[in-house]
C-alpha cells in the first residue's frame, strides 16, 4: 500500500521558513514521474506550488511562490522536501505531498497519492 507522509508544519512568523517532508512508504520515490507539493487555505479552492521530474530533477514552481520556495530530494531516505522562505501569511495553508506516474508537460494535473496534509499558519 502506497502511503504518502507530510510533516514539518506549524506556526511561524511572517518572513521566516519552515522546512516541510514527505516521505514515501510502499513504493519508492523512484517509480513515481512526477512529485509535487499543493496546498489549500480555507475558503479556497486547492493550488499547485511546485514539483519534481524524478528522472533528471527538473524542477517547477508557481509564480507565487518562485524565488522563495525550493523543492528537494534525499533518494537515501526515500523524502522529497520543501523549503520555504520569506514566508507570507498568504502562505498560509495545509500543504499537501502527491505523486504520479504521468509523465506529461503539466507538473499541476494528473496526481494518483496524495498525502494527508500538514498545517502551516504564518502570522503576520
Known amino acids: 500500500q502506497v502511503q504518502l507522509v507530510e510533516s514539518g508544519g506549524g506556526l511561524v512568523q511572517a518572513g521566516g521558513s519552515l522546512r516541510l517532508s514527505c516521505a514515501a512508504s510502499g513504493r519508492t520515490f523512484s517509480g513515481y514521474a512526477m512529485v509535487g507539493w499543493f496546498r489549500q487555505a480555507p475558503g479556497k479552492e486547492r493550488e499547485f506550488v511546485a514539483a519534481?521530474?524524478?528522472?533528471?530533477?527538473?524542477?517547477y514552481y508557481a509564480d507565487s511562490v518562485k524565488g522563495r520556495f525550493t523543492i528537494s530530494r534525499d533518494n537515501t531516505k526515500n523524502t522529497v522536501y520543501l523549503q520555504g522562505n520569506s514566508l507570507k501569511p498568504e502562505d498560509t495553508a495545509v500543504y499537501y505531498c502527491?505523486?504520479?506516474?504521468?509523465?506529461?508537460?503539466?507538473?499541476?494535473?494528473?496526481?494518483?497519492?496524495w498525502g494527508q496534509g500538514t498545517q502551516v499558519t504564518v502570522s503576520s
Open positions: 502527491a505523486a504520479r506516474y504521468y509523465s506529461g508537460t503539466d507538473p499541476r494535473r494528473e496526481y494518483d497519492y
Open positions: 519534481m521530474r524524478w528522472s533528471g530533477g527538473s524542477t
